[in-house]
């Protein structure tokens, strides 16, 4: 059985991520954690036993509040209660917080997490789901706000088609177990020969031993590969975009030039899974 860790922001109560987390669990074997985390401010005239007090009641009432939000979805979904728990966890900052868990419990396979969206200033100091979409070495998925559950039918595997066999093993493994269809989009550049579809495809079906459906547009040169991907999922309505990105990227590049995968999970309106590349060699 997997396991998705779902971060739940109770002060902005989003739903994105969970509706998505029990979707997915009704369609695939899976475990979910839904985490809250907690920073619980001491004041400095306080003894310990008055923070002891204070920080335990706090984290009571969160665990409340956490587990009446789930169960909330949960009914309004009409889903009978699968294998999930509830946890508050502390820490200063959510991103630091939920990555050093996820590197302690190694049985956690995908964090799925909602986003409300970014813009100006706060895009470039960067967001929760943005931070930890460069940072996650565990696959994350980013559920665009107002997501409503519906089943996961179809995978869009956006590739550069570098490393394309890798990636796509494990693409394939998670449409299998969803039982959900599975495409391949590739945009073609100006001075790329284009892959021929037909033999692609039948390579692909009988190496992985699935049906895949390959996708060649030519890319708008007028246009950023964002807009151009984002043109392509209005089109082919994917359930699901799958996108592999490099993080080592240095600072200067993150600030300035954010990854394509940050830059398109806030602004698509279709759940995104942003896997790690493999390092280069």
Known sequence: MIQILVPVDLGRFSRAGIRFAIQWSKQQDAKLL????????RLTRWSDEQYKTFATSLKEDR?????ELVEEVFTSMRVSHRAYECRVIEGLSPE?????YCRQHKDIDYVCMGTHGAGGLQKLLGTHAGNMLTNSSIPVVVVPKGYRARPITRILYASDLCDHEAELKKVAALAKDLKAGLHILHLVGPDELEPNKKIFEKVLKQEFSYPVQLD??????????VTNLQQQIRGLKPSLVVLFTHQDRTLFQKIFFPSKAENLAFRTQVPLLVIKKRNRI
């Open 34 to 41: 839904f985490v809250h985390v907690l920073y619980a401010a």
């Open 63 to 67: 665990s409340r509040q956490l587990r």
């Open 96 to 100: 630091p917080t939920l990555l050093d």
């Open 216 to 225: 060649l547009p030519i890319m708008d040169e007028t246009k950023s590969t």
